[in-house]
């Protein structure tokens, strides 16, 4: 018997090509789609879980109420990784640094890359293999360096670099201990080299210093537990562990396991609300849709073949097949679509994954080898196979075979199940259509921000000890040949923050002290960025301003001050008066509120040049020049510099690539379904062939037959506009809620989308409609 049910599937997909080409086509770019989804998916999911101990594994942060707010911070003080220690429940504790940027260089190689410093611990902790060297030992010495596989290539080639000596910011001597594996592209920690706590210690002196300082929130920390059960005792112990040492704290520690540091990284009111779960369960119910629009376009491609089939059910009736035999044939015929579907769809992903690689930033691959796969390719085959086929089985095995010989089969009521699924399809096209105009507009109005300074021309070079000991000279160079306008100093770019402090002031309605951004800056800053300040001055060498501060409009705000100048601020135990106010700089996210920001002046505190190049001037050459300056006083390091505007729109990385990937699965859920309505339509034309011959012959014309047709669709589309809108509107603004910095959702947003369905819909029955209107009546009449 199955035999017989495979030999009249397969008669019947040869049979009716067109049709079983486009519903196979449907199921494999749903499937598709799905198996992309997937792959992404997964990958998201297995971040840092390839540590063998991953559910002991723990970062501390700082709960702190600041701002009237709960901020969770990673910041942690230096002297809780020893009181940390003393837990019983805990296993290891390791502080870290913040992962910079370092030159390393061995003869003539150099190379300048991101690197940590550590706590001796940290490779028992996590699972980074050794090729060479010692887990126990490879970090205990203070001048030991442990390179990742690639590093040590760059660096030696073929050369065992097991006890070679690495120059590290042409200052320290380092021997190399051990060499590493390269970073997993799933870990949350990334690195090309690491070297041990003891030597930060060594390199900095404010490191030592601060070592009993509560109050210096500067570093990493994460534990590893003995018994992960114990995690609610452990927290329980040490929540308070920096109040009773920091008696003007009111900051909570918080541990937040590893397996959620990508899944749930975003924090609310101290406690994680969101992060790529968020995105990942969105695809995952994309996907479901898409899949669900392609099994829609089979049943609805199935039953515009209905005639056709109903008569071949009234003779297998009447020759004495079962219901139940005719509900299997139809149900193993869809299931047989399925399967080539997904055939057709391996193929399809492997096309299309070098395309999607690139767009993710992953290496994402089919697991042919995973049992996991076919299983779930199995059962993914088998219900859409089964989903998309029940209805035309039960559909079609339900004909009287009196009735459907005499070419009566269904009535009204059976073209209701097909309409309203259509306008389903025709609502998650709207929903999706929404969904692509809001991601581009949100975009487009962070990126028209105004930022507060003027990012063009900017350049960006990392302080060095080189630079910084002959600034004077190198500005003076710059300035005699006219290659930059201004220079200025500062501890973090014009795009980042780098450091929040606490502070009050006279007034201050709450004993808590509030949390403010800190930039310290030497003199020329507001005149590099381009910042004009809105009342006061800038720093300047006629007057004494190591005890000055400048606010930004927000910080003014906060402190409730109308005027400001000449108010008194306590920042660390100094007080600083308030010499000028400058308008709200956005530095960090340009979706987020601008943090209440205070700028100092202390030229010492370094991490970065602003250089202003003037407009006209040729790039290439201008650049040349200004390298063969910063070589001839700082020879040790190559020149590397990044451009502000480019950095500003990097900022906007995260939500285009939410964006492109929202727009191809939309995209692809249009397509299949179009192809929904063009199986609709290709049913319409058929079964009111003989009424558009009676019309015709009675002087309709084409355009008349046409618009008959196509009102249909018309009120298909206007039933799920009003369904859809309202949805669609709820939906977006709760994801734009997220976004203190957010467009709203005009009503000219809703209404366009269901426009372009309308369009999308009539385009694509316009061939079938002009096909029927077309036709000769006289052959459609010949039926009768």
């Known amino acids: 018997m199955l035999r017989n049910f495979l030999l009249i599937s397969l008669r019947n997909l040869t049979k009716n090509g067109v049709f079983s080409f486009i519903n196979i086509f449907g199921l494999a770019v749903g499937m598709t789609s799905c198996v992309l989804i997937m792959l992404w998916t997964e990958d998201e999911k297995s971040y840092n879980l390839f540590h063998e101990h991953s559910e002991h594994i723990y970062s501390v942060k700082r709960n702190v109420f600041a701002n009237d707010e709960i901020v969770t911070d990673d910041a942690m003080p230096l002297p809780s990784v020893e009181a940390l220690r003393a837990d019983a429940g805990i296993r290891y504790v390791v502080p870290t640094d913040w992962a910079v940027d370092h030159l390393l260089n061995y003869k003539d190689q150099k190379v300048i890359q991101t690197g940590m410093y550590v706590g001796q611990e940290f490779l028992q902790m996590f699972t980074f293999p050794l090729r060479s060297g010692s887990i126990a030992t490879a970090l205990k010495d203070p001048s030991a360096i442990v390179l990742t596989a690639s590093t040590a290539e760059a660096l030696f080639g073929k050369e065992d670099p097991m006890g070679k000596v690495v120059r590290l910011d042409d200052i320290h001597d380092m021997t190399v201990t051990g060499v590493l594996d390269d970073v997993p592209s799933n870990s949350s920690l990334s690195f090309h080299y690491l070297m041990p706590f003891s030597a930060y210690e060594n390199a900095q002196p404010w490191v030592r210093n601060v070592s009993t300082q509560w109050e210096t929130n500067a570093f990493l920390v994460y534990i590893q537990l003995h018994d992960a059960a114990a995690i609610n005792d452990v927290a329980k112990r040490n929540k308070n562990l920096i109040k009773q040492n920091a008696t003007a704290s009111l900051s909570e520690l918080y541990f937040h396991p590893l397996k959620d540091w990508r899944l749930l990284s975003r924090f609310s009111n101290g406690q994680p609300v969101g992060g790529s779960i968020e995105f990942i369960n969105s695809l995952i119910i994309v996907g479901g849709f898409i899949l669900l629009i392609a099994c829609i376009n089979f049943m609805n491609l199935a039953t515009a073949r209905s005639e056709r089939r109903a008569r071949e059910v009234g003779i297998r009736k009447t020759i004495g097949s079962m219901r139940i035999q005719l509900i299997a044939q139809f149900i193993l015929e869809s299931i047989l679509i399925a399967a080539m579907a997904f055939i057709l ?440």
């Open 345 to 784: 769809a391996v193929g399809f992903t492997e096309i299309s994954l070098p395309f999607f690689n690139n767009i993710v930033g992953r290496d994402l691959t089919i697991p042919y080898d995973s049992f996991t796969f076919w299983k779930y390719a199995l059962i993914v085959v088998f219900i859409c196979g089964v989903v998309a086929g029940s209805y035309p089985a039960f559909y079609l095995s339900s004909f009287s075979p009196g009735k459907v010989l005499k070419g009566l089969t269904g009535g009204r009521r059976s073209a209701l199940p097909r309409k309203i699924l259509v306008s389903l399809q025709f609502s998650f096209t709207i929903f999706q259509i929404v969904g692509t105009i809001v991601f581009y507009q949100q975009i487009k109005h962070g990126m028209e921000r105004s930022l507060g300074y003027d990012r063009d021309n900017l350049l960006m070079i990392d302080q060095t000890k080189d630079i910084t000991k002959n600034i004077t000279p190198i500005k003076e160079e710059l300035l005699s040949q006219g290659l930059i306008t201004s220079l200025t100093s500062s501890n973090s770019p014009i795009t980042s923050l780098y450091a929040h402090m606490n502070v009050t002031w006279p007034g201050r309605e709450t004993s808590t002290k509030a949390s403010f951004a800190t930039v310290a800056v030497s003199y020329d800053y507001m005149k590099t960025m381009g910042i004009q300040p809105i009342e006061g001055r800038d720093f300047d060498p006629a007057h004494q301003d190591s005890a000055s501060v400048i606010i930004n409009e927000t910080a003014a705000k906060l402190m409730n001050l109308e005027k400001p100048l000449g108010e008194r601020v306590l920042w660390d135990d100094k007080e600083l008066t308030i010499v000028g106010v400058v308008p709200d700089i956005m530095m960090t996210n340009p979706y987020a509120a601008v943090d209440p920001t205070m700028f100092i002046f202390d030229p010492s505190w370094v991490s970065h040049y602003t250089l202003r190049i003037p407009k006209g001037k040729d790039l290439p050459e201008t650049l040349a020049k200004i390298e063969t300056i910063f070589k001839k006083y700082n020879p040790a390091y190559p020149f590397t510099y990044a451009f502000a505007d480019e950095q500003f729109d990097q900022k906007f990385s995260t939500i285009r690539f939410i964006g492109t990937m929202a727009n191809i699965f939309s995209f692809l859920a249009i397509v299949i379904s179009c192809l929904g309505l063009f199986g609709l339509a290709a049913f319409t034309a058929e079964k009111r062939t003989k009424e558009i011959g009676i019309r015709k012959v009675l002087g309709a014309s084409v355009t008349q037959m046409v618009m008959l047709l196509s009102r249909e669709f018309s009120k298909l589309v206007f039933i799920a506009f009003l369904f859809t809108a309202p949805m669609a509107w709820f939906a977006f603004n709760m994801w734009l809620n997220r976004f203190p910095y957010r467009i709203d959702i005009h009503w000219m947003i809703i209404a366009g989308a269901g426009i372009i369905a309308l369009a999308l819909a009539l385009i694509t029955v316009s061939s079938q409609a002009l096909r029927a209107a077309l036709a000769n009546p006289v052959n459609a009449l010949k039926r009768e």
